[in-house]
């Protein structure tokens, strides 16, 4: 029966995908080596885990809508959900990598979003959580197996990637969801004082920058 361990190699911005993605590059290996995995259909939830690091006094500041105040951090700072991600495996003997794409929100009503957006340099620490579903050769012939829940590995993303890959899909821009009656008032301040873009309205309702 496979005995599937797993460990992440490193990460890479996804290319011209249809949304956001970044690319961790996961190594498993089986025990026994010669054993023949047909397939395997990988499924994988990435947590943030957010009191292994530290955190510079503008990224505290930034983190107060998640974590509430630095004195309090003791109590609130705790691991986030990011994302969950799945992947089918091709046949392999012993060991063998595939890359596990993770999907990737700007939307800042999302803790993870408001997490990264925070983030000035260093690293985010990450356990993935694999699960799934084996099929391998056996005397018997083709047989199934689960993957056991306490299959983990860990990994730290350097912050610089999650950058990366939001200038290549979002240059100079971040998103912000609004209640619709919010909107709407929006919309009617943007018509009645003829600005051509929500970046003006904004502006203009925020008012000149005053130094900090």
């Known amino acids: 029966m496979p005995s599937l361990r797993f460990s992440v190699e490193g990460a890479s911005v996804v290319p011209h995908a249809a949304s956001p993605l970044v690319a961790l590059t996961?190594?498993?290996e089986n025990a026994p080596p010669d054993e023949t995995i047909h397939a395997t259909l990988l499924s994988c939830q990435v947590r943030i885990d957010a009191p292994l690091r530290s955190y510079a006094p503008s990224e505290r500041d930034r983190l107060r809508d998640l974590f509430g105040e630095a004195d309090q951090w003791?109590?609130?700072l705790r691991g986030l959900l990011w994302t969950h991600a799945a992947v089918t495996v091709p046949p392999f003997q012993g060991s063998t990598r595939v890359d596990l794409h993770l999907p990737c929100s700007a939307d800042l009503s999302s803790g993870a979003?408001?997490?990264f957006y925070a983030l000035e340099s260093g690293h985010i620490p990450l356990t993935l959580q694999f699960s799934g579903t084996v099929f391998y050769q056996a005397d018997e012939g083709l047989q199934i197996a689960r993957i056991?829940?306490?299959r983990e590995?860990?990994?730290r993303l350097d912050v610089a990637v999650w950058k990366q890959m939001m200038a290549a899909y979002y240059?100079?821009?971040a998103f912000l969801s609004l209640r619709a009656d919010v909107f709407d008032r929006l919309?009617?301040?943007r018509a009645a004082h003829g600005l051509p873009t929500w970046d003006h309205a904004v502006e203009r309702l925020?008012?000149?920058e005053r130094p900090s």
């Open 26 to 28: 996961v190594r498993i």
């Open 74 to 76: 003791s109590r609130s």
């Open 113 to 115: 979003a408001k997490y």
């Open 148 to 150: 056991p829940w306490d």
């Open 153 to 155: 590995a860990v990994f």
């Open 171 to 173: 240059p100079n821009t």
């Open 187 to 189: 919309h009617r301040y």
């Open 206 to 208: 925020l008012g000149p």
